[in-house]
Each structure stands twice: as structure tokens, then as C-alpha cells.
């Protein structure tokens, strides 16, 4: 479907004529009314506007007003105040969008949004606008210097995120998110703070935040069907076909900006705007290493994927979501090593789940199921009925987040219990050592529903951080058989600083009710911060991740051995690495864990050279950083390390590990 006919350029607001916000050094957007006449801004120098805000100086001019840098003359506050030229002040649309930026930016009242603070009229009919002052530098400043790295385009997405939890929750929608519009200032040590400008074209639900003009007839019609608003280059696909929009236009317009914090580039470009709004409604999104991001994780780019979907029911469906998604993903790429950070030392509620970042397969790769039968155990799974659909779900989830790069990637993965892909299992069998290859249900998967409201009021209590009172509401419930599984991962985590055994306690509670969980962030958190420091419940954390936590507990005390807490904790660091050498520990640990161990065994040595083969077939990262370490000349004439490590062998593992870590493997 074409777009609308009249939109040539970029879409010129009123506003956004050629206005320079606040202390940014950035582009000005494109003027919007060339033949209107403009007053001279320095003619409001040294006044006092409205017996409160004396003109220092001019920070900015447009076709339509100009933004001045003021003071607060008993507050002693700068603060930027944005006037319309007087003869704007006669048309009212112009004055009504001028208003709904203030009633908007006056009612969200978020960090992360810069802040209106007052609005009135002068005596020369001018209207003005007195807002908090931005001092910092925009996104788009920033992006002309290069694409961001990873971690610093999570923080900065977050926070816009955040902002928009807050406005969308008003009813509220942006509209016109852009770079532009991001400002990040340096606050309280944090030099990427983020502060979202300019809701003069804001979605307002005016009706809702003063007194409604819906049925005033001389009112202003402010967005009407078939009219564009907003910028070109980072419009919804329904927004440049001038049809309604909710928030989800909002989530399109950060997912263009995420693209091109993380590649340079925007998915989308051309000069012709009525072909550039095209591309949004019909061109696919290219991949992220076509346009600069072949370094961009797998699982990021399925996040910004689903932000631009053509269709908005296909997005993320709120800002909320987002949020949990995104913190999810923070917390799955600081744990897997591709992300730098630490876990975090504690975490409210339940984790977030981790399988929606498995990359969607293309439609051709599906693969195709030979559904075999499965027998019934704690472990396993079984098709009842109308469970097939969800069965067939949760296995794909399984293999995919699971597939190591021997296994078969012909597409048809065969799920018979006498096929090589999975162990033999019959019921009632207990588990062998290697049962962690049998395919779990995802931590995020269907809990049992809280409808006693005494837990419930305990759950959100521990929401709120009253531990105190979660603990006193939920423990009576532990005892009993049919306590369900959020009341144990609930007082695990009130109780790891009261009483870590307690803690510990819960965790294993937990984990014997849905052992899946053995996976889930803030079991390894908890777990792994209570094994760190010396506390009662030492002894009992080390345990458990010795034998309670599958595969996944072997990388966390090699994590504890190795990782950035081994200089802060040298106790358990030296511990996690004794305890690694044990065999029922090294029997959970996958191949890629096992060859990393050995070769930390041998770090210094010429035994290291015995390691390269398995380290070619199966290392990962954590491998690659021992090679990485060994020196390129002996440190003496005597020594012979690491002349006797490096050669091809050295090489060729080096190489293929590499090419792995690219690959997301």
C-alpha cells in the first residue's frame, strides 16, 4: 500500500523548526515556515518574564519561538523557558500543541523526562513554557562519532524504556522519538543519563489529564485521519499511512534507534521521503551485519526484530514488556560472557524468562519434529491430550537454547527415546549422572496461580522491599506439601541477607519442585553471592552448587575460580577451584567447561599444548582467554613456555574459537 501523497521532506512540526534544544551541539531539525516573520530573540534579554524568570541568554531560535537559558529569580534555578513568537499565538493549533507539550511533560514527571515545570502567557500575547534545563550532549550528537558499544545502547534503550513505561501509562505517546529528542547527561556519575525531550506532537489524552474541550466546537482539531505527524526516519508503518497509532508506534520508533545505535546506520535511508515512508510499510528489515552490526548478539537482534514488525499487534506489545525483555537480556549476555558486568547481587521477584531470546528460525529451517514416545518422569515430558501444541513448543525452545554445534542442524531432530539425541528413559528411572541432557520445560513455564490472597499480599510485599513483612506472611506457608513454588523462591530471596541458610533452604525447596529452575538467574545469583562471601551459609552454597544445580552450577564456580571475582574473593575463589576438580563435579560439567578447566590447570606449563585439540572442537571464550594469556616470546632464555605451547595447533584453536564466539556459538 503506498503511502500518503503530500509528504515530500521531513515532516515539519511546529516546533520543530530549525530549534536548537538545550546545550546540545546537535543538527536542528528542518524549517517548517521559511515566510514567517521572526522577532528578534535578543529582545527579551534581561527581562523578567512573568515576575518569576529573568532572560540570561539565547540557547536557541526557530520559525515558530526561541529557547532561552533563565533564572528562577527567587529560587535562584536555571532553568530553559521556550517562547512562541506573538504571532504564533493566533493560530491555534500551533498554541494547542504548545499546551499539550506542557500538559504532557508536566504530568509524566519521570527522571528520565525532562520536566515542564510552568505555563503561561506574556503580555504581548506570546505563550511560554518553562521547563527543567538539559545540559549534556543528544543521542544524535553522539552517533555521528560511530555506532555505540553493546552495553552502552542497553543503558541508554533501558532508560528511554523506562520513560516510556511512565507516559504510556498516562495514555500518553511520544510520537516523535528520535535522537534528537534523547538527551544524556552526565549525573551522579552516570555519563549516559537519559532525559527524553519534546512531547510537542504527544498522542495526549487530554480528556483525562485537564478539563476536556472534546465537546468545545472551537476547539482546535489537533490529529485527524489521514494526517502524518512525526519524522520520517523513524516512523511506524501505520504512522506513515496516516492511521490511528497507540504506543506500539512509540516501540517501532526505538527499535530504529536501537538498529542504529548498534550498526551506525538506520535499517532504513533514502532521499525521497515518500519512498523512505514506503520502505517502512513494505521493505523487510535487513540483517544487522548487512548494515555495519555483525558483532550484534543473535538474541539483541530478535529483541529490535520484533520492535519493527510491520504490523503492530506483531511487536512487543507495551513499553513493560520491553523492560523485561531487555533486563532478561542484560542478564543472559553479562552470564554467557558476551556482555562486560557483573550479575546483579540481588534480585526481586521472579527472572525474567530467557527463551524468548532464542532467535526465531527463517521459515524454510523450521524443523520438523519426529515425534516419538516419550515416557513420563520428573525429568521428561509426555503429550496428554490438548498439551501436544505446547509440548512441540517447549522442545523446540529446549533444542534450540540447548543445541551444541555437533548436533544436527538438518532440521529434523529426532525425539525418540532410543535415538542418539536423547538419553533412554522409562518411568519412574532415576536419573543418571548425564540427565542433564534431557530436555527441561524453560524456567518461565506455567506456575502454579496464586489465589490465596495472604500470599499474594506477601509476594508484593517483597515487591515493594518490605522483606520483613514478606517473611512473616509467606513462612507458613513453606511447610506445607502444596506451597507453591513462588513462596520458596519469594523467602530464598528475603531471606539471603537475614538468614542465608534459610536462603539456601528455599533455594533447594524450589529447585526440588520444578528442578528447571536450575537455570533461573536469581537462583545462580543468590546461590553464587552467599558461596562469595563468608556468611553461615557458606558451606551449604558451595554444596549446592556442587551437586543441586546441573551443568549450571560447575559454570558458576568456575565463574567464583576465575572470573571478576576471583582478585575480590580469593578465599572462595580458591575453593570453586578445588572443588571443580572433583569428579562428580567435572561428570555435570559440559565439554566446553571441562576444556576451559584443564587448561587452567595447566596455564604456565607445556602441558597446555595437550588441551588444543579439544579446545579446537568444543572451547569457547572462556578457553580463548587462556590462550590469550599465554605470551608471545619466554620471559628468559631458559624457559620454554610458550614456545612449546604456540605453533599451528595453537593456531588453528585460536582461530576456530574465535570464529565461534563471532558466530554466537
Not at 543521542?139 to 507516559?167: E, M, N, S
Not at 522442545?395 to 534450540?400: E, H
Not at 542433564?436 to 502454579?448: K, M, N, R, S, T
Amino acid at each position: 500500500m503506498a503511502p500518503p501523497d503530500p509528504i515530500d521532506s521531513p515532516v515539519p512540526e511546529p516546533w520543530d523548526s530549525a530549534e536548537v534544544l538545550p546545550a546540545s551541539t546537535g543538527e536542528t531539525s528542518v524549517a517548517g515556515s521559511a515566510t514567517l516573520k521572526k522577532v528578534g530573540p535578543d529582545a527579551l534579554l534581561g527581562t523578567v518574564l512573568s515576575d518569576r524568570y529573568r532572560v540570561v541568554s539565547v540557547l536557541g531560535e526557530g520559525g515558530m519561538g526561541a529557547v532561552y537559558l533563565a533564572e528562577h529569580t527567587l529560587m535562584r534555578k536555571r532553568m530553559a523557558i521556550k517562547v512562541l513568537h506573538p504571532e504564533m499565538s493566533h493560530m491555534p493549533e500551533v498554541v494547542a500543541r504548545f499546551e499539550r507539550e506542557a500538559m504532557a511533560a508536566a504530568h509524566i514527571d519521570h527522571p528520565n523526562v525532562a520536566a515542564a515545570t510552568d505555563f503561561g502567557k506574556l503580555d504581548d500575547g506570546s505563550f511560554f513554557l518553562a521547563m527543567e534545563l538539559i545540559e549534556g550532549l543528544s543521542l544524535r550528537d553522539i552517533l555521528a562519532k560511530g555506532r555505540l558499544p553493546l552495553g552502552r545502547v542497553i543503558t541508554i534503550t533501558r532508560q528511554i524504556v523506562l520513560a516510556l513505561v511512565r507516559a504510556h501509562g498516562l495514555g500518553i505517546v511520544h510520537r516523535d522519538l528520535k535522537p534528537e529528542n534523547i538527551m544524556l547527561i552526565d549525573r551522579e556519575g552516570e555519563p549516559d543519563f537519559v532525559k527524553v525531550l519534546d512531547f510537542g506532537i504527544a498522542k495526549v489524552p487530554v480528556g483525562a489529564l485537564a478539563k476536556s474541550s472534546r465537546n468545545d466546537p472551537s476547539a482546535p482539531v489537533l490529529t485527524q485521519a489521514g494526517m502524518v505527524y512525526g519524522t520520517p526516519e523513524y516512523m511506524a508503518p501505520e504512522q506513515a499511512l496516516g492511521q490511528p497509532i497507540d504506543a506500539r508506534a512509540d516501540l517501532y520508533a526505538l527499535g530504529i534507534m536501537a538498529f542504529e545505535m548498534l550498526c551506525g546506520v538506520r535499517p532504513f535511508d533514502d532521499e525521497s521521503k515518500i519512498r523512505l515512508l514506503g520502505m517502512h510499510v513494505t521493505s523487510p528489515v535487513p540483517k544487522m551485519a548487512e548494515k555495519g552490526g555483525s558483532d550484534v548478539p543473535a538474541e539483541v537482534e530478535a529483541v529490535i526484530l520484533r520492535l519493527l514488525a510491520k504490523e503492530a499487534s506483531d511487536r512487543t506489545p507495551d513499553a513493560k514488556a520491553l523492560l523485561e525483555e531487555l533486563d532478561g537480556l542484560q542478564l543472559l549476555l553479562v552470564a554467557s560472557g558476551r556482555l562486560e558486568g557483573k550479575l546483579p547481587t540481588s534480585f526481586r521477584g521472579t527472572a525474567p524468562s530467557l527463551s524468548r531470546f532464542v532467535p526465531t528460525p527463517p521459515p524454510e529451517a523450521a524443523p520438523v519434529f519426529a515425534l516419538g514416545p516419550l515416557t513420563a518422569n520428573r525429568r521428561t515430558l509426555t503429550i496428554v491430550g490438548g498439551g501436544a501444541a505446547l509440548f512441540v513448543t517447549i522442545i523446540m525452545l529446549a533444542i534450540l537454547v540447548g543445541r551444541k554445534p555437533s548436533e544436527p542442524t538438518n532440521g529434523v531432530i529426532p525425539l525418540d527415546p532410543s535415538a542418539s539425541a536423547l538419553p533412554s528413559t522409562t518411568a519412574g528411572a532415576s536419573p543418571s549422572a548425564s540427565s542433564d541432557a534431557v530436555i527441561e520445560l524453560d524456567p518461565a513455564g506455567p506456575e502454579v496461580p496464586i489465589t490465596d490472597p495472604k500470599i499474594a499480599e506477601g509476594l508484593a510485599a517483597l515487591e515493594s522491599g518490605d522483606s520483613a513483612k514478606a517473611i512473616a506472611t509467606l513462612e507458613p506457608y513453606a511447610e506445607k506439601p502444596s506451597c507453591p513454588s513462588q513462596v520458596h523462591r519469594a523467602l530464598m530471596t528475603a531471606f539471603k541477607e537475614s538468614d542465608p541458610k534459610k536462603a539456601i533452604f528455599h533455594a533447594r525447596k524450589l529447585l526440588a519442585k520444578r528442578p528447571q529452575e536450575r537455570k533461573s538467574i536469581d537462583v545462580l545469583v543468590v546461590v553464587r553471592n552467599l558461596a562469595l562471601g563468608e556468611n553461615a551459609a557458606e558451606n551449604e552454597a558451595f554444596a549446592l552448587l556442587a551437586t543441586g544445580l546441573g551443568s549450571y552450577g560447575p559454570d558458576v564456580l568456575y565463574d567464583i575460580a576465575y572470573g571478576d571475582y576471583s582478585k575480590s574473593y580469593a578465599k572462595a575463589s580458591k575453593r570453586a577451584i578445588t572443588v571443580l576438580r572433583q569428579s562428580d563435579v567435572r561428570a555435570k560439567a559440559d565439554p566446553a567447561l571441562l576444556v576451559a578447566i584443564d587448561m587452567r590447570g595447566s596455564i604456565g606449563t607445556c602441558e597446555l599444548r595437550k588441551t588444543l585439540d579439544r579446545a579446537t572442537e568444543v572451547g569457547d571464550k572462556r578457553a580463548l582467554a587462556v590462550l590469550q594469556s599465554v605470551p608471545r616470546k619466554p620471559a628468559h632464555k631458559r624457559d620454554a613456555y610458550p614456545g612449546c605451547v604456540r605453533g599451528e595447533a595453537f593456531d588453528k584453536a585460536v582461530s576456530e574459537i574465535d570464529a565461534r564466539s563471532k558466530d554466537g556459538g
